[in-house]
């Protein structure tokens, strides 16, 4: 088993924009991961690529820029950051722009 846990989420923007919230948890004990638990990190099932998808969770940068790389098929991606709510980083879409904001209320992560 990985140490590291992706949930995903739909979830929606506070303007209504849908999108999938890809939730990180680490869940070994010491709640610290290197760069082998990488080998065990896939994307849950069923994601639907025409949505944006947001990564969101206590993570170290290089497990943000993988998980950014994988999400790439989605229509775009996003990072969320408490200060600002989600900042786009990728887009194949015209209606969503690089570096464009979205407020968001994060969603709970499922049991």
């Known amino acids: 088993m990985s140490a590291i846990q992706l949930q995903v989420i739909p979830h929606q923007t506070h303007d209504g924009l849908p999108y999938q919230h890809l939730h990180i948890k680490?869940?070994?004990e010491n709640g610290i991961v290197v760069p082998g638990d990488l080998k065990g990190v896939k994307l849950p099932e069923?994601?639907?690529?025409s949505q944006g998808i947001v990564i969101e969770g206590k993570g170290?940068?290089?497990?943000?820029?993988y998980l950014v790389h994988e999400c790439h098929p989605a229509a775009w991606v996003g990072?969320?950051?408490p200060r600002m709510g989600i900042v786009v980083v990728a887009?194949?879409?015209p209606n969503?722009?690089?570096?464009q904001v979205f407020k968001v209320d994060l969603p709970q992560p499922l049991p």
């Open 91 to 93: 887009t194949h879409t």
């Open 26 to 28: 680490i869940v070994n």
């Open 46 to 49: 069923g994601i639907d690529y």
């Open 96 to 99: 969503v722009g690089i570096s």
């Open 79 to 81: 990072c969320y950051d």
């Open 60 to 65: 170290p940068i290089w497990l943000y820029g």
